[in-house]
């Protein structure tokens, strides 16, 4: 399988203790625009995406029933947010 | 008590780098090469596969594809590793804040009286390389020992990936048979000096009277003999710890030889501008000046002068080191690249020795009137105010960033 690495539209939950959870991702598929809804966060660390390349926090989310990752490449207080997409 | 040290070193950072952003990249031979369109683009670093065929680090870009027709060259590119030194630095800092950087891929990192926290230095050894392999997906290598020479000397033996314990109890067996030149301290000059007595290990040094080496190698006979001997006391300094700068220099590979000394002031007036800055930066006036001047046979001469008085002004800067220039140079090669630094630098408020038929008025006026140009400069941009004579064909690319690296040499002693 190969992955590229596709820069996504996120909307975040801020809370007031200030911990960010991604609600939903915007990505292109098949030339299309989908929004999809994040059904659970499961994990989140800093990780290396051995597929794609780079670092970020990795949030392992699930989508669809589906586990995937999305990390966000944050730094210096900024970032955008990625996810490793298959190609065929 | 034995301190516990560890010397942390990233494996061939910059190829690494490019191989870990772009994985279509891995299992390939890589190198990272300066400007491939200008004509003094060189290999800055190489990854294994490269390093298979022969290609050198400091290769001229053809030379290496020479060597290795499917090599892969790519630019460098230096924000994304310096984004990762520092993310690097972090995970390191979780565990002391004795965090000392020598250069931009490697470390010292002191974590002596942490082991009911993190275990032997061994154990965190293990730790921080599964680290840095799960969060930036980058391979280093560690050694671990109760000094930083020998600490640097253990990572240097296993590479990649690994960890190298230089212990306490048995040091001697592991880097008295090692060659000297391997050692912290040892350059290519000091190597040759250490030939002429016939010393070729590390073993061979620490059995040598320092009072021998000393007619050649001043008081570092000394510090050599005792690093080589597991004496070495220096510290590792904490993490926030800023080196002072000892000089600031500007540099530039121009896009065509110089053949006159017109081009040379010209371009020395450029780079002074630069170096000026930086001395108004830091608040530092220099004490000499020193110029690097490479030909076009790639043959680098290097002179400096002391200044009668330290100096904040950009064009007084010029005027020395175009004096030293000269003085200096025979134009037996047209020039590739010129280099101006301020040295010996000193504190803008220091107080100096005026001298009676100096006119210091006038270097005064002439420092607040660099200051005024340093501040337009960097408000309105390089070319807002500009030398008259530089409107000329430079021969140089004035926009080009030159990247300084970062330097932990001057703490060694
Ligand atoms: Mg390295």
Redesign the interface.
Known sequence: MKWEKQYVTVKLRHDKDGNIRPISVTLVEAGEEQTFEIDRLKQRCRAASTRVGGTGIRYTVMINGKETYLFHEFFENEGRWFMEMPVC | MDRTILHIDMNNFYASMEC????SLRGKPVAVCGRTEERHGIVLAKNYEAKAYGVKTGDVNWEARQKCPDLVMVPPHYEEYI??S??ARQIYADYSDQVEPFGMDEVWLDASGTSRLFGTGEQLADEIRERV??????TVSVGVSFNKVFAKLGSDLKKPDATTVVPPESWRDIVWPLPVEDMLGVGRSTKKVMERYNIKTIGDLANTDPNILAYRLKSRAWQLVAFANGNDHSVVLHKDYVVPAKSVGHGITTLQDLETDQEVWNVMLELVQEVNRKLVEYKKKAGGVAIYIRDNELYTKQWQHKLELPIQAALSLAREAFTLFKRSYTWRHPIRSVTVSAIALSEESDPVQRTLFADNDRDEKLAKLDQTICWIRERFGKDAVRSASLLCDLKMDTNRVELQMPSGLTTMG
């Not at chain 2, 392999?133 to 980058?138: A, C, I, T, W």
């Open positions: 870990m952003l772009d994985p984004k990762y520092k993310l392999k799960f969060e930036l997906g980058l």
